[in-house]
């Protein structure tokens, strides 16, 4: 009497596997022929000389010893990688969070503001550059224009190798709506109670938010932190629409470099080789970054004492 509906279970939980395999094998395929399979290739190919037309010529670790040995731009590359990913990270978490704090409260036209914020987001990267070269540029920008308005002198902010990646990273800070609206989704989950709570208890606004309402929000700002680390380390379209890797190397990154080696001096292997490099780097960041969370990350129903 027992065994029949068994084996009607383990009929059903078998189907079910089966079709749950069936409908995640397309997405299964296209990850390994998308990012696996040229992942691997890449790793394989910086091991190789070839220029995109001739016969693979086997070098072993030359292009890694070139690259950090002799290859002077790549030392500056690597430094103004981690610059432009140090200031953006951290201006695009502050200001996201602001901007999600402030939109979050019941303000007038509340809706309005929130597609306001977000929009530069889904504007097409060209037309975004275009428009702040044109804030940026030294003789006819609106930033100097202001600047000469207050009395001071035009600020090379695109031609100068101490400005450029301060000036391209501000740009990506404007760009994190992705991040305000993630922000804002976890702010309306932050139980009510807990505030009400401590508002009771004589708890001041900054009180609440630093003990209650970060506490509850550390498992997006980890996300966020992640999602806008390994974008900012990979860094290329300012370099590309803006600068060219100029001044001098003040905006040249590791992507830009990466693209220039492979794409414009077909040099395939050795590009490969500054891919793998960003990889080991980008692993190596996501992985601190993991090992530290266990100590900062507080979930609902966590005991942390």
């Not at 299964?28 to 995109?52: D, K």
């Not at 966020?224 to 680390?229: A, E, I, R, V």
Request: charged share 10%; glycine share 8%; net charge positive.
């Amino acid at each position: 009497m027992i065994a029949k509906p068994m084996k009607k279970v383990i009929r059903y939980n078998r189907s079910e596997t089966r079709t749950a395999w069936l409908c995640l094998f397309p997405s299964v395929i296209g990850l390994l022929c998308i990012t696996y399979l040229p992942m691997l290739a890449s790793f394989a190919l910086s091991l190789f000389s070839w220029n995109g037309l001739g016969e693979l010529k086997f070098i072993g670790l030359d292009n890694y010893i070139r690259l950090f040995t002799i290859d002077t731009k790549f030392y500056a590359s690597l430094y103004n990688t981690l610059q432009y990913a140090g200031m953006s990270v951290i201006g695009s978490i502050i200001y996201s969070m602001a901007i999600a704090l402030l939109l979050n409260r019941r303000i007038p036209a509340r809706g309005f503001f929130r597609a306001v914020f977000y929009l530069p987001y889904v504007l097409p990267a060209l037309a975004v550059y275009l428009g702040w070269k044109w804030l940026y540029d030294y003789n006819h920008g609106l930033f100097n224009y202001i600047v000469k308005l207050l009395g001071g002198t035009s600020i090379k902010f695109l031609d100068s190798s101490a400005l450029v990646t301060p000036s391209l990273a501000l740009i990506a800070v404007w760009l994190s709506g992705n991040l305000i609206v993630i922000f804002l989704a976890g702010l309306q989950n932050v139980p009510r109670t807990y505030h009400e709570a401590a508002e009771i208890d004589g708890a001041n606004t900054w009180q609440r938010f630093w003990m209650i309402t970060i506490p509850c929000m550390t498992p997006i700002i980890f996300y966020n932190l992640l999602m806008s680390l390994v974008s900012s380390l990979q860094v290329i379209t300012p370099a590309l629409s803006l600068t060219k890797g100029g001044p001098g190397t003040g905006s040249y990154y590791m992507c830009y470099m990466l693209y220039t080696q492979a794409f414009q001096s077909h040099k395939y292997g050795y590009g490969s080789a500054v891919a793998v490099v960003l990889f080991i780097l980008i692993a190596i960041f996501t992985a601190i970054l993991f090992a530290t969370s266990k100590g900062w990350i507080f979930y609902e129903g966590d005991d942390k004492e």
